[in-house]
């Protein structure tokens, strides 16, 4: 049991999340050649586990998952794994990438807002629960999407220039050519399904909404309490699992 096992869901709190665990995994090579990189283990879980993990503290009932690659194994794990009501959107044929992906998951997610994560990335609770913070924060009526970020210069595992500037409402720009970002997307977020009301057919980047909604400014930011752990390549598995190993004795897992 973690340190954030006794949080309850807000009320009002999205009763339905998604995972995305539709990419090939191609930079977690040679590790993903047999297994689909949502079902590597990072400290001894997989991925995927540690995501629906936190969905299930969050109090969520029903997750959707979207399959590509080795899509059996991780159809069969999650829903033996989950302790809430999985449902596959199945991208076996095609794959849709980010934004595609939630597209052709809409009918399964409903009119409500959603949980979404990430399966390559996870964080280190804080003092308090970020699912439950960002429901804490979502306003309804301005507001499509809610992007849990993290600092850029204490993210684990990334070595990006960051990807968003914050004004002191919480409203997100893009970071400027060139410069870098105080704030990293962290893959978890708060989405309405209105957000993909003007989505494109076919394969797409979530990027797409997130310009779009950064256009109506109704994209929204708000930083996490704790440390964010990005695992995209077989080195970082490393560095995540000495981070997770270094903060045990704090309760930060």
């Known amino acids: 049991m973690t340190n954030n096992e006794h949080f309850k869901a807000p009320l009002g709190a999205p009763k339905t999340g998604m995972i995305?665990?539709?990419g090939r995994g191609t930079r977690m090579?040679?590790?993903?050649?047999?297994t689909p990189k949502p079902l590597i283990p990072v400290a001894g879980q997989a991925l995927i586990d540690r995501a629906l993990d936190k969905l299930r503290i969050a109090g969520v009932e029903r997750t959707i998952v979207n399959v590509h690659y080795l899509a059996d194994l991780v159809e069969v794990h999650a829903k033996r794994s989950a302790q809430c009501e999985i449902i596959i959107s199945d991208e076996r044929d095609v794959l849709l990438e980010t934004g595609g992906g939630i597209t052709k998951a809409l009918p399964s997610l409903g009119q409500d807002p959603f949980y979404l994560l990430n399966s390559d990335?996870?964080?280190?609770?804080?003092v308090a629960n970020n699912l439950s913070l960002l429901s804490d924060h979502w306003d309804d009526d301005k507001m499509d999407a809610?992007?849990?970020?993290a600092p850029t210069v204490s993210a684990i595992g990334y070595e990006g220039k960051g990807d968003f500037k914050m004004d002191k409402d919480g409203r997100l720009s893009r970071r400027d050519a060139?410069?870098?970002?105080?704030?990293?997307?962290?893959?978890?977020?708060?989405?309405?399904?209105?957000?993909?009301?003007?989505?494109?057919?076919?394969?797409?980047?979530?990027?797409?909404?997130f310009d779009q909604a950064i256009k109506e400014e109704r994209l929204f930011?708000?930083?996490?309490?704790?440390?964010?752990?990005?695992?995209?390549?077989?080195?970082?598995?490393?560095?995540?699992?000495?981070?997770?190993?270094?903060s045990t004795h704090m309760g930060l897992i």
Not at 121 to 126: I, R, T
Not at 146 to 149: E, N, Q
């Open 146 to 149: 809610l992007l849990l970020l």
């Open 20 to 22: 995305l665990a539709a």
């Open 121 to 126: 990335s996870f964080w280190m609770e804080g």
């Open 178 to 209: 060139r410069t870098i970002s105080p704030f990293v997307y962290s893959g978890a977020a708060i989405l309405h399904p209105r957000l993909f009301k003007k989505a494109p057919d076919g394969a797409h980047s979530l990027n797409v909404q």
């Open 221 to 246: 930011g708000l930083s996490m309490d704790g440390i964010w752990l990005h695992v995209g390549e077989p080195c970082a598995i490393d560095q995540a699992e000495k981070a997770i190993q270094n």
């Open 29 to 34: 090579r040679p590790l993903s050649a047999i």
